[in-house]
């Protein structure tokens, strides 16, 4: 049996230039500051994971999540990664206030381990699914620019768009970029993305654009300032109602589900990790049953980070919308392997390697 004791942790600030500036109603950016953290085991298997910053959360820095990880990495060393649960769980007490930071600690143990057993990360979580469908984001740039993207999008095979409004640019405004879009993939579904920046009429002046001008909605992601569960329950969307930011943990779904408009969450291991994305799935599910609708979604993260995304979402299958797009809004990285992605598909090669494959 290969020793599956912590030898090393190597903490690794890195900055990754965007191919254009993605723009959402919580901002502007144009490259992330990101962190790799590297967990190697006495017997030679070294995971790793990414944390990843965010609009959604300006607090989380490239410097506090380093500082994060630094303070893991002395206090993991000597620690047998098979007793992955309470290492993850004593992970999150210490640093939980560093929730990506956590999460990518997180995830390495569970890439170590899985190497450490000679298999792909996903069979760790049931090995459900062979591909899934992402959608591809465009963001809440001029109408026409919101065109041209979308039209990109459709000649690349996607056939699902998650538009990112912005409330504060006005009711007019964000339905030109829902003409424009509809306008460029008449035969795409939408997702529609406000970034915390609506309020419950805008909410409903804009659904009610979209109504009248047959734009086929798939859902409406976290539409108001996060936690605003007042506000939720006002809320009578056509579609289905996701929440992103509001939702870490399984106490958060518990709250959220409170509010009948809520029907899921979008689930990012970037912000959660593992072991609370899987009790935040089995609560979504268990307060709506059939009505749950989930999402998996990402932050910045490059193919390494958006790679155990992807295992997590094979192998759980149980993800109905995805939004895995992180590695085409990067300019390309270092890495290579984790996945194969055939336009808006993603799926695993026919003999994935140990752990996330990601060279």
Sequence with gaps: MIPTRIAAVDVRPVRWPLRVPFVTALGRKTHSDNVVVSVRLAGGPVGRGEASSSLAMPFQTGPKMTAALRRLARWSRGRDVRDIRALSLAAWRREGVWPTAAAAFETALWDALAQSENTPLYALWGKKRAEIETTLSVSAVAPAEVGRRTAAARRAGYRKIKLKLNGAEGVALNQERLRCAF????????????NQSLTPDLLAEILEGAR????????????????????????RPPCPLLLDESIQTSRDARTAYRRESVSGANIKLAKSGV????AIVDETRAARGRRARLMIGCMAESRLGLSAAVHFALGTGVFDFADLDSDLILRPTPYRGGYIRRGPWILLPRRPGPGLGVS
């Design 275 to 278: 072991l609370r994305s899987l």
């Design 183 to 194: 306008g460029a993939a008449p035969r795409a579904r939408f997702l529609l993305d406000p």
């Design 212 to 235: 009248r001008d047959g734009v086929p909605l798939e859902a409406v992601e976290e539409p108001f300032p996060k936690r605003r569960w007042d506000l939720l329950a006002r809320a």
